[in-house]
């Protein structure tokens, strides 16, 4: 008995650092429905694969115009859809605009069909009918039935390799396609050029370079099939040119090793035996075909497909564990998958030697650091930047070295603002990476020159050319007459001039803190005292007379309207509270963005925002005003942070396809729940403060890099106790709503005391 005992006491500290099985958590099909635009393929955490099935072809263009469908389709899957076309091995995880959807496969068995059909008529062409009853959706593991050629598809992945397992009935006349022409924001010149070497009966390589969102893409790839196939082929949907060479002499349409042009898709024959598994291991690569081939051999060398599967599954578990938390079930699934979704961008981009394509278009290698892309900043810096800080601090200091790298090898030296392979595609606005860069500094966990990284921050922010920053330098504003999104630039603007202020502070440089922090006082320049509201103003000073507070269209924002905005000055609340008049004024407003109506024709000219996503009047489903519900902390009804925050959590995320009230903007949707379900949130990143709010959990324990531990407790929390009675870290009491980023990494316990009434003054 003793000897039992003095065992089990000895493995203790071992079984409380045990991993959970957090896996059966994660439900990648949530947000797959309605504006979530996220998808229900395999990847692992950060990986540059993205395995996942497309639902349809819908094309960017129509009749010359755009076609407002694709944007349902950013994701390239859409919950709604009967059908399956195939399966794609890079997607973007809840964007609001898109590109990617490269190399898709699919297996099919019959008489051989090149094209994909129609939605309405699915066997007129290759794709297949499928129903969700027949559909798993895993972390790193992906499985559906596909109803019409009888097929089990089941997709895994690595870093940079995608693996698919198809399960085929008896047939002499099986095949594999691969579509080269397929992408998403797909338009008819959109492939530049494509070329397929077939190296072996089992091995093909080639790239495709696409003019999208990215306008310089190039991706490379190796494909190695389990069995060889008997015989292939090739169809070529090139309009006619007038030059085509010699190429003639060969018949290219079967059994030709050298394939090139911009609208090909290719077929793969074989004979199976009932239930027999073909599978594919399909590697990509931003340099060549040799490294995609390197990258497959070196990452998945043998052909064990649950192999693969378990340690996707395992490299996923690892990450969940970072965070255990004490609550329903129903809120382990909401937030564990927000830690999915929130670990899934940025993606990794560079081969296993360390090899990738930079934005001069030549190959660069990481020294002493992973490279990444897929920055979607305008979104990101807001928190889940913030978040890698605390959870993933090493994989941040690499997101800061890539955009520095990015603004090293840019030929308008400019940090990112919205990139990914290789290209700034200059979406939304703000030069938001220096927030990023500058939170990252503050927290001490960029292991860079921070010197090297202001000046980065300094002559981005002084790009004159670059979408009014010319007069928002001079003028203080951005004129209307110039810019549609005038006021939402200058706000913006100066929230970033403040952390580039904040930096300089830091580096005790006084001139450029004592410059940066005089633009950050720029959004008094766009706000009405006679309204209390932000206002477009005229190039000669005075302000637009048309204006519409509720209207998100033609007054001056993006994505979003004035009485949205008009509360973004993350870096002063105090200061915009006393313009707003007061205290008091200022929480009533904020009452009234909460339950006010905001009619549909408001934002019926905005594609991002939708009902879903809007509580009153307050746009949940969409970023610029996702710190607002903190802002009562500043006035004297704190209390009121703590019941929106809970109100905002229950009635915006659900264990459901349809679960998130707008796009989750690889991670930051997500990344704000996680956050505010642990009962603080980062008003303004380029500080070192967290802004208190009301946990939804019972309680939750941080597993930091640093090997320390930060635990919260949530005394007496349930869904009615959303009040906050008094909070005390490593047992003294919080006055002021805020803890630091210290207080988390140097470790400690974090406790709430809750209630189901505001705590008395």
């Known amino acids: 008995m003793k ?30 429905q309605k504006m979530g635009h996220t998808y229900p393929g395999a990847t692992v955490p950060f990986g540059a694969v993205q395995l996942s099935p497309e639902t349809d072809t819908i094309s960017y263009e129509l009749n010359g115009k755009y076609n407002g469908d694709v944007y349902k389709y950013c994701a390239g899957y859409k919950y709604e859809d009967k059908t399956i076309v195939g399966f794609s091995h890079t997607h973007f995880s809840g964007t609001g605009h898109s590109d990617l959807g490269d190399f898709l496969i699919m297996p099919t068995q019959g008489k051989l069909q090149m094209n994909p059909g129609t939605a309405s008529d699915p066997k007129s062409g290759f794709r297949s009918a499928f129903s969700h009853q027949n559909e798993v959706a895993e972390a790193g593991y992906y499985k ?7 097929i089990l598809a089941e997709l895994t992945a690595t870093k940079r390799v995608g693996m698919h397992q198809y399960t085929f009935p008896k047939s002499d006349q099986s095949h594999i396609i691969l579509d080269l022409m397929s992408g998403i924001y797909n338009y008819q010149e959109k492939n530049v050029w494509t070329y397929v070497r077939v190296v072996n009966d089992s091995l093909i390589t080639g790239y495709r370079q696409t003019n999208g969102w990215a306008r310089t893409r190039t991706v490379y790839f190796a494909m190695s099939f389990s069995k060889p196939f008997k015989q292939y082929g090739q169809k070529n949907y090139d309009t006619k040119q007038p030059y085509r060479g010699f190429w003639g002499k060969f018949d290219q349409t079967k059994n030709f090793p050298e394939i090139a042009g911009k609208q090909i898709r290719m077929y793969f024959d074989f004979s199976t035996t009932e239930q027999e598994k073909v599978k594919i291991k399909f590697a990509i690569s931003p340099v060549s075909q040799e490294n995609a081939v390197e990258n497959m051999r070196t990452e998945l060398p043998g052909w064990d497909f649950n192999q693969v599967k378990k340690q996707a599954q395992d490299d996923w578990n690892k990450e969940l564990n970072k965070i255990n938390i004490n609550t329903s079930e129903d809120n382990k699934v ?179 803190y004592q410059e940066y922090m005089k633009r950050s006082g720029n959004w008094e320049n766009n706000f009405d005292q006679s309204t209390g509201f932000m206002r477009a103003k005229m190039a000669d000073g005075t302000f637009q007379k048309k204006f519409d507070v509720m209207s998100t269209h033609g007054q001056g924002f993006i994505e979003g309207n004035s009485w949205n905005y008009s509360f973004f000055v993350p870096q002063n609340p105090a200061l915009l509270i006393e313009r707003m008049g007061g205290k008091d004024r200022f929480a009533k407003r904020l009452d009234t963005l909460f339950t006010m109506h905001l009619p549909d024709e408001f934002f019926a000219d905005t594609e991002d925002i939708t009902r879903e996503g809007i509580i009153g009047g307050y746009v949940h489903g969409n970023e610029p005003a996702h710190h607002v519900a903190y802002l009562y902390n500043w006035t004297n009804q704190p209390w009121k942070t703590q019941a929106r925050v809970r109100m905002i959590l229950k009635m915006q995320y659900k264990n459901a396809p349809d679960g998130l009230g707008g796009n989750d903007d690889c991670g930051q949707m997500s990344a704000w729940y996680m956050f505010s379900s642990m009962g603080f949130y980062p008003v303004a990143p380029g500080s070192d403060e967290y802004s208190l709010g009301s946990p939804a959990l019972k309680s939750a324990t941080i597993q930091l890099e640093n090997g320390k531990t930060f635990a919260i407790d949530a005394i007496n929390q349930s869904e009615k106790n959303v009040y906050v009675q008094k909070v005390l870290l490593n047992g003294k009491v919080i006055s002021n709503h805020t803890i630091k980023h210290s207080d988390i990494t140097n470790g400690g316990k974090l406790t709430f005391y809750m209630s189901g009434k505001p705590a008395a003054k």
Not at 144 to 150: G, R
Not at 382 to 411: C, E, G
Not at 468 to 482: M, S, V
Request: proline letters at 4%.
């Open 144 to 150: 559906v039935k596909l109803d019409d050629d009888h």
């Open 334 to 512: 909401n937030f564990y998958t927000s830690m999915y979704h929130a670990f899934i961008n940025p993606t990794t981009y560079q081969d296993v030697n360390g090899e990738y394509k930079g934005l001069d278009q030549g190959v660069h290698k990481a020294d002493g650091f992973t490279n990444y892309t897929t920055f979607s900043l305008w979104d990101t810096y807001r928190a889940l930047h913030p978040f890698f800080n605390i959870l993933q601090p090493s994989r941040s200091n690499d997101m800061v070295k890539s955009m520095i790298t990015h603004y090293d090898q840019s030929a308008y030296k400019m940090l990112p603002v919205w990139s990914h392979y290789a290209n700034d595609n200059w979406c939304m606005s703000g030069y938001h990476s220096v927030s990023v860069v500058t939170d990252a500094i503050i927290k001490g966990v960029y292991k860079g020159d921070p010197e090297a990284a202001l000046q980065a921050c300094i002559v981005t922010s002084n790009h004159r050319d670059y979408e009014g920053t010319g007069d928002y330098i001079d003028k203080g504003f951005i004129p209307a007459e110039k810019s549609g999104t005038s006021i939402s630039n200058t706000l913006e603007y100066a929230y970033d001039d403040w952390c580039i202020a904040q930096l300089a502070k830091k580096l005790n440089k006084q001139a450029i």
């Open 3 to 32: 000897q039992n005992l003095f065992y089990s006491l000895l493995f203790l500290p071992f079984l409380a650092n045990a991993q959970q099985d957090l896996v059966k958590y994660v439900k990648p099909i949530i947000g797959t």
